[in-house]
């Protein structure tokens, strides 16, 4: 997160808290938290008041005093705890149902389709309007609604960004959808909400809302990305990432490295953070998970790469951080 405050500082990095909703699904959702913990907490009040009367007025006062008038099968009532309850199942009920159908309904013809894959242990975000592919962080336009389809590569993970909108399991082989609005530029932290396997919690990723312009921007960056090395020591790390074979997992739009099996790597350099969050994207945190990607996230398919020297790992790192 400090990564992403340095490099975009233009934007607020939200907390993930969905008691901080920035969107048009997450304030929905809101409101029906708020609503029905007001009414539990109207029934809890009553209950305890009840509660301590009954416990202070017919409590015993000595050995020898009578039991009080016994009461049983009043009408009264039993009418009374059968109806309180159904007339407030009934204020909740009405509330949910709509608020579910609006949520489920589709996003509509405006809406800027996303597809989300979750992967063990990372999020892959395509974006098949534009033919964008990229890794860790969802960028999307501000006041647009975005469909997001979900999808899994391997295992259900579960897409959640507590400040957009609530939870959604990603199954492999069966698509679920959702949608999402965000109000104001931010970045806001995301991660998996579903156990996944050894490195779950560390499968996060960062939803950047951005106005439409700056949303543009982006896409056109992507679309067009710069894959020249621009020095001696980047070509020299092109020349390691053909030997070493990267291209066989991971693409490179515009270059032969075309691989699906790990992130696309396009504009690898222009993003605030890589591996899911967990480093900073610099040569230095790069090498680093290179080096060693188990270190960082255990159970990775990321095979280590400790045989480089020095001088090889800062020519293969200048490419990927030149990649814009
Ligand atoms: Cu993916 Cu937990």
């Not at 509330?95 to 800027?112: E, K, Y």
């Given at each position: ?87 407030l199942l009934v204020v909740l009920v009405i509330p949910t149902i709509s608020d579910s159908f609006r949520l ?98 560390l499968m996060r990723f960062f939803a950047v809302a951005e106005s439409p312009a700056a949303f543009t921007r ?107």
């Amino acid at each position: 997160m400090l990564a992403a405050a340095t490099l975009l500082p233009a934007c607020a990095v939200h907390p993930q808290s969905a008691l901080d909703p920035k969107g048009t699904v997450a304030r929905m959702e809101y409101g029906l938290m708020g609503f029905s913990l007001l009414i539990m907490l109207g029934v809890f009040a009553a209950v305890v008041i009840l509660l301590t009367f009954v416990l202070i007025r017919y409590r015993q006062r000595g050995a020898d005093q009578p039991l009080p008038k016994q009461v049983e099968g009043s009408h009264v009532l039993e009418l009374l705890w059968t109806a309180i309850p159904i007339i407030l199942l009934v204020v909740l009920v009405i509330p949910t149902i709509s608020d579910s159908f609006r949520l489920a309904a589709p996003a509509g013809a405006h809406a800027l389709r996303i597809t989300a894959i979750g992967h063990q242990w990372w999020w892959e975000f395509d974006y098949p309007d534009y033919g964008i592919v990229t890794a860790d962080e969802m960028h999307m336009p501000t006041g647009q609604r975005v469909e997001v389809t979900l999808e899994s590569a391997d295992v259900i993970h579960s897409f959640w960004v507590p400040s957009l909108g609530g939870k959604e399991e990603t199954v492999p082989g069966q698509p679920n959808a959702m949608w999402l609005e965000a109000d104001q530029a931010g970045i806001y932290p995301g991660q998996c909400a579903e156990f996944c396997g050894l490195s779950h919690s560390l499968m996060r990723f960062f939803a950047v809302a951005e106005s439409p312009a700056a949303f543009t921007r982006w896409v056109e960056a992507r679309r067009h990305p710069d894959t020249t090395p621009h020095s001696a020591m980047a070509q020299q790390g092109l020349a390691l990432f053909n030997q070493y074979g990267c291209g066989g997992c991971h693409a490179i739009d515009g270059t032969p490295a075309q691989g699906k099996v790990g992130p696309n790597l396009t504009g690898l350099g222009s993003r605030a953070v890589i591996v899911a969050g967990a480093l900073q994207n610099n040569a230095l945190d790069l090498g680093q998970w290179i080096h060693d990607p188990g270190a960082i996230i255990p159970g990775t398919v990321m095979p280590p790469f400790a045989g480089l020297t020095d001088a090889q790992m800062q020519a293969l790192t200048a490419y990927l951080e030149g990649l814009q």
